[in-house]
């Protein structure tokens, strides 16, 4: 917590990874948080006593590919995505090595449809999040960019296709061999992945190009912002859509407002790069906000709470018992005196703000904030 003008710090820093920690998630209403480092171990830790519970690794099962889908391959590697659906539409988020952002649709025949594509980074992009209310998407890259993009609703869908239409979209997209003036561009792993698909042994499913309706397509951000400093991963976007974090190389993890983009906050403890950052979900109900209006105090925090995060008497669920003279229903809450120790805990870690950050040296900090 920042007091007097000194840094913010972290609660807890939790020791267990060997190897730099790329992925972290909170599961379980908040009392487990899941991380996994490069070894390929996963490490479940309990937040109640900020010890691992468990170390797994696991192994994915084969799947059954559904859709192969090509957005454009002269934007290089897809570096990021997201794939969700809203309402009954499939809709699939990319992030590109070129910095071209893509939205697709998948319509009632079978077909891709781009409906949004934009180009805010000269460098690739190395992360995007969706927001929960699935209206807009946020971008970082290599370079200090980050981009707020719109989120094409499932109700502007293009109509059916012609027949026309559909015989094109039912034809297997040729490849070609890359001219020289693109190959200068590509990576050496874009360029692999190029001659790998011009093997004649690939067993592929033959499926449909993606379209793009030009009436249709939109290709202007909400905001960009140059934040000067390059290299931020992990973006992810808070439960509540007032704030996003990233994971820098600069070793800092950095949280700004959903709203203006603007930074409200610098966490710095880690003395080498952040790969991986998450928030805890939070307890809707609470005033909205963009956390544009914190200050930062000290250098290297911003304002950040202390124990639960919440007022202690605040968020505690319990059953109506009564209701007062004019029907409104009156929630009892308990005497802190009446909890025992384990459930002060456990009360700790579903109520509190974390966010949480890994780095390249393993381990793992975990703040409380806003």
């Known amino acids: 917590m920042a007091t007097n003008g000194r840094p913010a710090q972290p609660k807890s820093i939790l020791r267990g990874h060997k190897a730099q920690v790329h992925a972290a998630a909170f599961v379980r209403g908040n009392d487990r948080l899941l991380t996994g480092d490069a070894d390929g171990f996963v490490v479940s830790w309990d937040l ?96 200090a960019i980050i981009a707020k993009h719109p989120l094409p609703s499932p109700s502007q869908a293009t109509t059916p296709t012609s027949r026309q239409d559909t015989a094109a979209l039912t034809t297997t997209t040729q490849t070609t061999t890359p001219s020289p003036s693109t190959t200068g561009t590509k ?74 983009l603007a930074e409200v906050a610098v966490l710095k403890w880690h003395t080498v790069g952040c790969y991986a950052t998450a928030f805890a979900e939070v307890t809707t109900g609470e005033p909205q906000g963009d956390g544009s209006s914190s200050s930062n105090n000290g250098g290297g925090g911003g304002v950040t709470q202390g124990g639960g995060g919440l007022g202690e008497a605040a968020g505690e669920s319990a059953k109506v018992q009564d209701k007062d003279e004019t029907g409104r229903e009156v929630v009892p809450v308990p005497k802190l005196v009446e909890m025992t120790v384990r459930e002060k805990r456990e009360r700790q870690a579903r109520t509190a703000h974390w966010l949480v950050a890994g780095s390249k040296d393993g381990k793992v900090s975990l703040w409380d904030v806003f």
């Not at 170390?55 to 889908?69: A, E, G, K, M, Y």
């Not at 992360?127 to 290599?142: E, H, I, K, M, Y």
């Open 48 to 143: 109640t006593i900020m010890r691992p519970r468990a170390i797994d690794i696991f192994h994915l099962p084969s799947q059954t590919r559904q859709h192969t889908v090509k957005l454009g391959e002269k934007n290089g590697m897809v570096m990021a995505l997201s794939l969700f659906h809203q309402g009954q539409t499939l809709t699939l988020v990319a992030g590109y090595e070129n910095g071209t952002a893509t939205v697709a649709q998948l319509g009632d025949h079978g077909n891709w449809t781009v409906r949004y594509q934009a180009k805010c980074h000269s460098q690739p992009i190395l992360s995007l999040d969706v927001s929960p209310n699935r209206d807009f998407f946020l971008t970082s890259s290599a370079d």
């Open 187 to 260: 990576s050496l792993l874009s360029s692999a992945l190029s001659q790998q698909s011009l093997s004649p042994n690939s067993s592929s499913p033959t499926q449909p190009a993606a379209t793009t309706t030009a009436d249709t397509l939109q290709t202007t951000p909400l905001k960009t912002i140059n934040t000067k400093h390059a290299g931020q991963q992990s973006l992810r976007i808070r439960s509540d859509a007032r704030l996003f974090t990233t994971a820098g190389w600069d070793a800092k993890v950095r949280v700004y407002s959903a709203r203006t």
